[in-house]
T-cell receptor, first 113, second 114 residues
Framework: AQSVTQLGSHVSVSEGALVLLRCNYS??????LFWYVQYPNQGLQLLLK??????LVKGINGFEAEFKKSETSFHLTKPSAHMSDAAEYFC???????????FGPGTSLSVIP | DADVTQTPRNRITKTGKRIMLECSQT?????MYWYRQDPGLGLRLIYY???????NKGEISDGYSVSRQAQAKFSLSLESAIPNQTALYFC?????????????FGEGSRLTVL
């Protein structure tokens, strides 16, 4: 069965520092991959998605992610953290466009002033 | 107004009570989903529906049932609530057909079972 893992349930960074949130997937074929963000007391919203058009994907709010097939990874980065980036981040995957979406356990990002 | 609306947003109930969580959407999407969020476990799929006549079990359907009353409405029921069903529940929608799978979420329904 396909699974999604996120290394680190909680990550803290200083304001202005690099944000790196890790995601690995298990799949025999490159899946569709997503990053969602959940701000406090809100539902999830899409940050970015990989659909095989390009390995480096740019999303909203300055985030980007790189798909690396050899590492089965889809890590999320942002060059400079803002206080407003504090949230829960979820990596998700689906094997085909008709499959269900499987979510990772999430990483809570704290940004220290 | 939100595209995906969940009611109630918060509910406290007692063990053994029947609870219904409702979801309505104005996005015109055919596919609707119910997820459950628990700390450290991410979101787990309870049920999903690809159209009004198509309802499918997800990873954790035991103890839950659903009803798709119309394209825009998808309800989740707990027939006899138990404490380990205390969680944050999300309804989501997505488009039909070959698509890249973006889900659109409601703001969640927080359920506490005492």
């Amino acid at each position: 069965a396909q699974s999604v893992t996120q290394l680190g349930s909680h990550v803290s960074v200083s304001e202005g520092a690099l944000v790196l949130l890790r995601c690995n997937y298990s799949s025999s074929v490159p899946p569709y991959l997503f990053w969602y963000v959940q701000y406090p007391n809100q539902g999830l919203q899409l940050l970015l998605k990989y659909t095989s058009a390009a390995t480096l994907v740019k999303g909203i709010n300055g985030f980007e992610a790189e798909f690396k097939k050899s590492e089965t990874s889809f890590h999320l980065t942002k060059p400079s953290a803002h206080m407003s980036d504090a949230a829960e981040y979820f990596c998700a995957a689906r094997k085909t466009s008709y499959d269900k979406v499987i979510f990772g356990p999430g990483t809570s990002l704290s940004v220290i002033p | 107004d939100a595209d995906v609306t969940q009611t109630p947003r918060n509910r406290i109930t007692k063990t053994g009570k029947r609870i219904m969580l409702e979801c309505s959407q104005t996005k015109g999407h055919d596919r609707m989903y119910w997820y459950r969020q628990d700390p450290g476990l991410g979101l787990r799929l309870i049920y999903y529906s690809f159209d009004v006549k198509d309802i499918n079990k997800g990873e954790i359907s035991d103890g839950y049932s659903v009803s798709r009353q119309a394209q825009a409405k998808f309800s989740l029921s707990l027939e006899s609530a138990i404490p380990n069903q205390t969680a944050l529940y999300f309804c989501a929608t997505s488009e039909q057909g070959p698509y890249t799978g973006e889900l659109f979420f409601g703001e969640g329904s927080r359920l506490t079972v005492l």
